[in-house]
């Protein structure tokens, strides 16, 4: 392999007008593709498997048209001290909200009048307008949106308090500026490790170009993929990420063939060949990750797995192709202005007498591996301790900013209401197969009301055929609670009786049900999508590294780092330690989605380090190296660029920390601290302190392995061989024609 890349290093760079004029025209062309497709459609959420998604494909066919998975919103109103709702004027003032809202949107389906829906608290304090819409709360337009805040802001001028919540308040996000926020990171850090501006800036132009072939082309095919709008949201994240990185591992090996006095042309074959052959699998490792999400068996994140698989595929392509041809428009403009004038002078670049900072660290560690390798294993240990008391869900409204209204309107229905009102379960009676279908739902209010967690219990109406009905449940405590969980499982069993016993059905769903069942999946799903990824991406490594060790070594490394991020995560946002330094108002379950999508986005970036700062180990042993010596060649050439790819992805996942709603935030330092402890704990002390007990060991394979596995040739020994006994040929890569 590294000697094709090689060849087609040389290609391109001698090829540059052509390769970057091609990629240019690619961009315009996923450019115009983005720009002529219709408005994505949302396809919705759904939980193939689960109760609640049973129970919204029943209510889809037996109450046709009733929109079960359409947007809704609740205006609250809340009367001064000493008044109630109740009193005429403020009925007057909520009378003309509700011909407002009616009139506001055509995708408003229904307004309820709170006097007629029982929607006033028991001291009259407090009453609610429910709103709903015609569609989901991700196809809800701009106009509806602003009608709504319109409505309220008006109404709050009447001496009312007025807030708003519901998934149709919640307005579509636009993450640009974090991506920018990201970009700005990575080129002062760029710009700091090279010392150059142009060679700083060929990773962010290149990742910027693939990012944008691929989320431009995930939107051309929204709609004939049927992707929706949230397709792209991963993709952009792992896109840049990789993106950079990858540029930036070849950006700097090209540096360093050049010190070692090769030309412009022979170092960006040798850099694209060497280093473009750890690119190659890095990617691939990611790409398993990925699409490994298909374990999960969720089709919106399957969907958001394979379009990020395809990023990072561009990404790649890009760094073996368009970085060498960018790399021969700038010349020596990559090198910082003292190696330049070194160059001019004719002082050889590869041999300064300072002794850099990786390679002190390298040996620091190699005298003492034992203390090293202790520290940073129990270390990371205590700090996943909290993980044996993880507990996932989903936020609610309770979870957001005290600042926001849609949870100060969750805090009002909780206080006039009840802390479960604001998670209501919806119960879907089956009673085609009953003989009474109206006394098997009264059983089902009885049965239900005697359970201990449930607060309310109100029948709803039949459907037209008269088999089916819709029973409200309000819990006793809020939607996030174990004890609403254990509510609905308690349901659930009495449902088992009641078809023995009335030959009814009951299936629980709604969002409190739904976030419960979602839960459940991703855990069900975690242990078999860590062993997929782990395995296959062990398998990899096996195969690059031609050892057993090595990749057991990383793999056991991710584990740890991952497991000791997800223990400050609990600690911090389930349990509430240094809360008030993370804005966490109110500790709670972990979400459910963070420890598979933790995995997924981590372990794609751990392997890059791994990958990187190994195989120049690997390189250096197979040329003659000891194994002291390696690790020590490893670090000086590596350990700055894998620092400066760590700093910039841990800088990009901060900027989210500060984001004001507390799912973001936990994203963001999940994935901060996971990077952290995965690239300055586990790459830059446990892997160099393993392989220096290790020695030769950790090189180990057996022969009948050796031989069945095919040379890949990451550490680039035939490239070697072909070079010696082929010298430099300014026509070589007329060879890969025929290749």
């Keep these: 392999m590294a000697t094709f890349l090689y060849k087609v290093g040389r290609l391109t760079y001698r090829r540059r007008w052509l390769v970057a004029l091609a990629w240019v025209a690619l961009l315009v062309l996923a450019g115009v593709g983005a720009s002529s497709a219709g408005k994505a459609k949302d396809p919705g959420f759904a939980l193939p498997g689960t109760e609640s998604q049973q129970a919204f494909d029943l209510l889809e066919e037996r109450f046709p048209g009733a929109k079960a998975d359409g947007a809704s919103a609740r205006i609250v109103f809340k009367a001064p001290d000493g008044q109630k709702m109740t009193d005429p004027a403020h009925k007057a003032q909520v009378a003309t909200v509700i011909a407002e809202l009616k009139n506001g949107s055509d995708q408003v389906a229904d307004v309820v009048d709170p006097y007629a829906g029982g929607a006033v608290s028991k001291d009259g304090s407090t009453a609610y307008i429910s709103v709903s819409y015609s569609v989901n709360s991700m196809e809800v337009d701009e106009k509806a949106r602003e009608a709504l805040k319109e409505t309220g802001e008006k109404a709050r001028d009447s001496g009312l308090t007025v807030e708003m919540g519901g998934d149709a308040t919640m307005a579509e996000q636009h993450s640009s500026s974090a991506e920018m926020i990201g970009i700005a990171i990575a080129a002062v850090v760029l ?331 991703m855990n069900d799903a975690l242990v078999p999508y860590l062993a997929l990824v782990v395995g296959l991406a062990f398998l990899l490594l096996v195969l690059v590294f031609r050892s057993i060790l090595v990749p057991l070594k990383a793999a056991l490394g991710f584990l740890l780092s991952v497991l000791a991020a997800l223990g400050a995560v609990v600690a911090v946002f389930q349990w509430g330690w240094l809360g008030s330094l993370f804005n966490v108002e109110q500790p709670g379950p972990i979400m459910s989605m963070m420890p598979i999508f933790m995995i997924g986005v981590v372990f794609g970036l751990a392997m890059d380090y791994e990958v990187f700062l190994v195989t120049r180990m690997r390189e250096a042993y197979v040329h003659g190296e000891r194994p002291a010596e390696a690790v020590v060649t490893g670090f000086k050439h ?65 022969r009948w392995l050796d031989r069945a596995l095919p040379n890949v040739d990451v550490e680039g020994e035939q490239l070697q061989k072909h070079l010696t006994h082929a010298p430099e040929d300014p026509d070589a890569d007329r060879e890969l024609v025929r290749v």
């Design 638 to 702: 590596g350990a700055r660029v894998v620092t400066a790819a760590a700093v910039i992805m841990v800088g990009v996942f901060a900027g989210f920390i500060g984001s004001g709603d507390q799912m973001v935030t936990m994203i963001g330092f999940g994935l901060a601290v996971a990077v952290i402890f995965d690239a300055f704990v586990v790459r830059m002390a446990i892997v160099p302190a393993v392989l220096a007990l290790l020695g030769h060991k950790a090189w180990w394979l057996p």
């Design 191 to 521: 710009a700091i490790t090279f010392g150059s501006l142009i060679a700083a800036g060929l990773p962010l132009l290149t990742a910027i170009i693939g990012v944008g072939i691929g989320i431009s082309s995930i939107t051309a095919l929204a709609n004939v993929l049927d992707l929706g709008t949230t397709t792209g949201t991963l993709a952009m994240m792992i896109g840049l990420a990789v993106g950079i990185d990858y540029a930036l591992f070849i950006v700097s090996r090209y540096r360093a063939e050049l010190a070692d006095g090769h030309d412009r042309e022979e170092a960006a074959g040798r850099a694209t060949g060497t280093a473009g052959s750890a690119v190659v699998f890095a990617g691939l490792t990611v790409v398993i990750a990925l699409m490994g999400l298909a374990v999960v068996n969720i089709p919106i994140l399957t969907k958001m797995g394979f379009a990020a698989a395809g990023t990072v595929v561009i990404a790649v392509i890009i760094a073996l192709t368009l970085i060498p041809a960018l790399l021969g428009f700038a010349g020596d403009k990559v090198l910082s202005r003292k190696q330049r004038k070194a160059k001019k002078a004719g002082v050889p670049l590869g041999h300064s007498a300072k002794v850099n900072a990786g390679t002190r660290w390298a040996r620091f560690v190699l005298r003492r591996p034992i203390a090293v390798l202790a520290t940073g294993v129990l270390g990371l240990g205590l700090i996943a301790v909290p993980v044996g008391a993880l507990k996932m869900g989903l936020p609610d409204e309770g979870s957001s900013s005290t600042e926001s209204s849609q949870r100060r309107a969750y805090d009002l229905l909780s206080d006039g209401f009840g802390p479960g009102f604001n998670g209501p379960l919806t119960l879907v009676v089956d009673a085609k197969g009953s003989e009474n279908p109206k006394a098997a739902a009264d059983e089902v209010v009885k049965r239900v009301g005697a359970l201990k967690g449930a607060a309310e219990v109100y029948p709803g109406a039949f459907n037209k055929a008269g088999d089916t009905t819709m029973v409200s449940v309000v819990p006793k405590d809020r939607p996030s609670s174990p004890k609403t969980e254990d509510l609905v499982h308690d349901i659930r069993e009495v449902s088992d009786d009641l078809e023995k016993d009335m030959g009814a059905s009951v299936l629980v769903t709604g969002a409190t049900a739904l976030n419960i069942d979602f839960s459940q999946k």
